[in-house]
Nanobody, 124 residues
Framework: QVQLVESGGGLVQAGGSLRLSCAASGRTGSSYTMGWFRQAPGKEREFVGSIIWSDGRTYYASSVKGRFTISRDNAKNTVYLQMNSVKPEDTAIYCC?????????????????WGQGTQVTVSS
């Protein structure tokens, strides 16, 4: 089992920055791929980006590419989502997810473990 706990959400003005954290515990390892997803009210869950734990390669949705950056800290078993130049349309609950495979996926059902999420609200 893998447990994921997100933190760092909050209220931020448009154009500002926020960093989310996802602390992983349990049976994690270098063979995992971590993903960030978000869900706004009345909308479907949307892929944000992912990172391969072993080598740090990343992949992003076009809506956030160039603004958001995913990184990981192996010593802390934590993945980060740095959000810059945020927009009101970035408002959503952000969740991290884990899949015990090496390889990117933007499909939620391909992830086995999920955190509870953290709310991000961007004011205009």
């Amino acid at each position: 089992q893998v447990q994921l706990v997100e933190s760092g959400g909050g209220l931020v003005q448009a154009g500002g920055s926020l960093r989310l954290s996802c602390a992983a515990s349990g049976r994690t390892g270098s063979s995992y791929t971590m993903g960030w997803f978000r869900q706004a009210p009345g909308k479907e869950r949307e892929f944000v980006g992912s990172i391969i734990w072993s080598d740090g390669r990343t992949y992003y949705a076009s809506s956030v590419k160039g603004r958001f950056t995913i990184s990981r800290d192996n010593a802390k078993n934590t993945v980060y989502l740095q959000m810059n130049s945020v927009k009101p349309e970035d408002t959503a609950i952000y969740c991290c997810a884990a899949r015990p495979y090496v390889g990117f996926s933007s499909t939620p059902r391909n992830y086995n473990y999920w955190g509870q999420g953290t709310q991000v609200t961007v004011s205009s």
